[in-house]
């Protein structure tokens, strides 16, 4: 579908008889209406669980969205979470390494996850387990490990895995 929305933006400049960026981008909004408009003609199915779950490419595109949305924000407060530490004299913190288990099937998703940890200021992904069913993680603060596993699971595992299961 990238590629047809690309092509629908090659087409747009082509029209125009410009080549500007501004352009290019117009065509790729064009091009995403026109798809989304005829999503049922277009779309495409994949396995999840047992079941199939048809997934259009407006869909598709709305959840990379919010994921790179959801990434922005949790390297902001993780920043600020860091720097008060580092800033205040009193802090406390308790350095430590936390197993994950992973529900994550595919090796893109098991990396994107590692990256996004690793690029969360306080936390980086150290190890996968060769069975790839365990994520090692060490985390600047770790006062609970269990609340750090459901975090990792509820938020960074879970929207991964709409992306990439």
């Not at 049922?40 to 598709?60: C, E, H, M, N």
């Not at 595919?106 to 992904?125: E, Q, R």
């Not at 006062?143 to 975090?151: G, K, S, V, Y």
């Amino acid at each position: 579908m990238l590629v047809l929305n690309l092509l629908l933006a090659i087409i747009w400049l082509v029209l125009q008889t410009s080549f500007t960026w501004a352009d290019f981008v117009v065509g790729m909004l064009v091009g995403f209406v026109i798809i989304g408009m005829t999503e049922s003609a277009l779309t495409w199915q994949r396995p999840f669980s047992d079941k199939q779950i048809k997934i259009s490419y407006v869909g598709r595109v709305i959840t990379v969205i919010r994921f790179i949305g959801f990434v922005i924000g949790a390297i902001i407060k993780s920043n600020l979470d860091v720097a008060w530490l580092v800033l205040n004299p009193r802090a406390e913190y308790q350095p430590g390494i936390v197993g994950v288990p992973l529900d994550i099937q595919s090796d893109l998703g098991i990396t994107l996850m590692a990256i996004v940890i690793t690029l969360t200021p306080g936390t980086i992904t150290l190890d996968v387990s060769s069975d790839r069913r365990t994520m090692y993680i060490h985390a600047m603060n770790v006062r609970d490990p269990d609340a750090l596993r459901a975090e990792i699971k509820g938020e960074f595992e879970r929207r991964v895995m709409e992306i990439f299961p």
